[in-house]
């Protein structure tokens, strides 16, 4: 089963210079229309938390970062407080540039030692009777690139004392954005015993423009299915629907 764990998406726009005085109307607002469990304001900007801790809006004078985890409720339930954020400050030439999220997909009847072995070999082409050495472990990391976007995919396989791990410390990956992302709030007894890991991160260099909510909505929606698409691409690497079994051959 795949499941992404924890996400971050960034839209950009023409820095407001009244970004001060429109902060004052997007606060009575937020307090007028909605009920934050959580709320975090400075001269530079303002965070909002809707529901949950974890499902989160902050702008500031040139952008919005929206940011959920795994376990929180659909992020469909910011918007009201995007609509607020465009009805308020009024920014000008708004335009997704930025989203990255952490994914796994659950790999059953696997051990961990045998499936990272096995990706190991599949990834190197490399066998001990090859070149003496037996593959143990790997993980991999790709530049991506379309008309519209450019990015990075990693992907390995983890255990669940790791992955609870890298979901806490963005830090961890070798992704330039996920830094971006919030720390990942599941229990560690409800994560995947042993997975796939795949943390992608995307960049728009192209298009991307948004005027509403729904827009915006809309945008981290395809966001997630490009991600999704390569966790799913990756996955029968994994698995016997890979094809040949050069890691069954080298045993």
Known sequence: MRQKWTSAYMFEWTPILTFTRRRLGLLEWFDEHLQPVAFVEDPKQIGIAIV??????????DSMII??????PSIDLLEPAIEGVIEILQPKDMTETFCTSLWTHSLEGQSYNE???????????????????????????MDIESTEC???VE???VERPELAKRMKL??????????????????????????????VDLRRRLGGAVGDAGAVLAAVRRADT??????????????????????????
């Open 52 to 61: 949950s801790p974890g499902l989160r809006l902050r702008v500031d004078r």
């Open 67 to 72: 940011t959920s985890a795994a376990t929180e």
């Open 115 to 141: 499936a990272r072995a096995k990706f190991a070999v599949r990834m190197s082409g490399i066998t001990a009777e090859s070149h003496g050495y037996r593959p143990i472990d790997g993980s991999a990391l």
């Open 150 to 152: 450019t990015g990075q």
């Open 155 to 157: 992907w390995g396989v």
């Open 170 to 199: 963005t830090e961890m990956s070798r992704t330039s954005g996920a830094s971006s992302r919030p720390a990942g709030r599941a229990n560690e007894e409800d994560l995947p015993e042993v997975a796939l890991l795949v943390d």
């Open 226 to 251: 490009a991600a999704e698409k390569f966790v799913e691409a990756l996955y029968p690497r994994f698995t016997n629907e890979g094809g040949r079994d050069e890691f069954a051959e080298a045993q």
